[in-house]
């Protein structure tokens, strides 16, 4: 490989400008992620805060409808794999891996996130960034009657839903930590 033929160096070998300002931008960014991790309801109500500036311009705008469908849809997919397990009990025979319980006297196994929340609410944000970032581009201002994309995106939901409360039902498993049997440590 020659001087200058990897991504981000100039003909000199030395970092260019240009790669130095981003990988500078980077690490700010990610040390500002790696800080807020702890304070999920700071995060999460940043986001509302966010999704409710957003909607208001939609409002405003009387616009991009197809931009928030899809925001919407985008938000449902993470949502789901926010509720589904990392290994899907449907998958696995019962001799292989390892499974949810299913009895009382099995063996805990925690319940571990196909998309965990720190990783659900970054893309959850990037998501309505990107959507705001959208609107000033009267290129994804598609003309569309906006009732028919709320009743499908509402059915959408249900029947979404639907199948994945019944998926819980069936294997047993609860997403949630609230209401869960915890065990007081003898002493």
Known sequence: MSEGDSVGESIHGKPSVVAAFFTGVGTVYQTWLDKSTPF??????LTLLL?????????????????TYALGIYHLNLFIAFLSPKVDPSLLDEDEGPSLPTKQNEEFRPFIRRLPEFKFWHSATKGIVIAMICTFFDAFNVPVFWPILVMYFIMLFCITMKRQIKHMI??????????????????
């Open 40 to 45: 999920y309801a700071v995060r999460w109500a």
């Open 51 to 67: 999704t409710a500036i957003y909607m208001i311009r939609v409002y405003i705008l009387q616009g991009w409808y197809i931009v």
């Open 170 to 187: 069936k294997y047993r498993y609860l997403p949630f930590t609230h209401g869960k049997r915890t065990y007081k440590e003898e002493t």
